[in-house]
C-alpha cells in the first residue's frame, strides 16, 4: 500500500481545478507558450479557447495589435461588448504571456 500513496498524490496534482488551462487546452508534452489561467478563465468565454473568436460577434485576437495596444484594449474594454478589466482581474504578466501564446497561434 505504502508504495502506491506518491502515485495517488501524483494523479490528485494532475487534475487540480486549478490549472484547467494545462489539462483542456495544451498537451503535457506540448512545450511553449500556454493561455494563462486568466484567459482560461476570462477571455475563452468570448473569443474562444485559442482566441480565434467568432465571425461578426468576437473578433479574432491579438488581430493586427502590437503587445501595448493589446493591453491597453484590456484595460480600457472596446466598444459596447468588450468590458475592461483592471490589473487586479487579470495581471500584466497574463496578458503578455497571452499575447506571445495568440501570437504562436496566428502564425501557424
Ligand atoms: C463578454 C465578452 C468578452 C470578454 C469576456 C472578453 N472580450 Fe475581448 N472583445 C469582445 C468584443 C465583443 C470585442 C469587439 C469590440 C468592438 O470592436 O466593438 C472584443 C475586442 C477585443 C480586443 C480588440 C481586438 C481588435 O482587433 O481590435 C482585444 C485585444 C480583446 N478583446 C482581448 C480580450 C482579452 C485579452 C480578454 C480577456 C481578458 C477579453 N478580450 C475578454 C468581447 C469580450
Redesign the pocket.
Known amino acids: 500500500m505504502r508504495r502506491f500513496l506518491p502515485f495517488a498524490f501524483a494523479l490528485v496534482a494532475c487534475t487540480s481545478p486549478e490549472d484547467p488551462g494545462q489539462r483542456t487546452l495544451v498537451r503535457p508534452d506540448d512545450e511553449g507558450p500556454k493561455p494563462s489561467d486568466?484567459?482560461v478563465a476570462?477571455?475563452a468565454?468570448?473569443?474562444g479557447p485559442r482566441g480565434e473568436g467568432t465571425t461578426g460577434?468576437?473578433?479574432a485576437?491579438?488581430?493586427?495589435?502590437d503587445e501595448a495596444t493589446?493591453i491597453a484594449?484590456?484595460r480600457s474594454g472596446?466598444?459596447?461588448?468588450?468590458?475592461a478589466?483592471s490589473p487586479e482581474q487579470?495581471p500584466d504578466d497574463h496578458?503578455k504571456n497571452?499575447y506571445a501564446w495568440l501570437k504562436t497561434l496566428r502564425a501557424r
Open positions: 486568466s484567459f476570462t477571455c468565454r468570448c473569443h460577434v468576437y473578433p485576437i491579438p488581430g493586427a495589435l493589446f484594449t484590456v472596446k466598444g459596447r461588448a468588450m468590458p478589466f487579470v496578458l497571452d
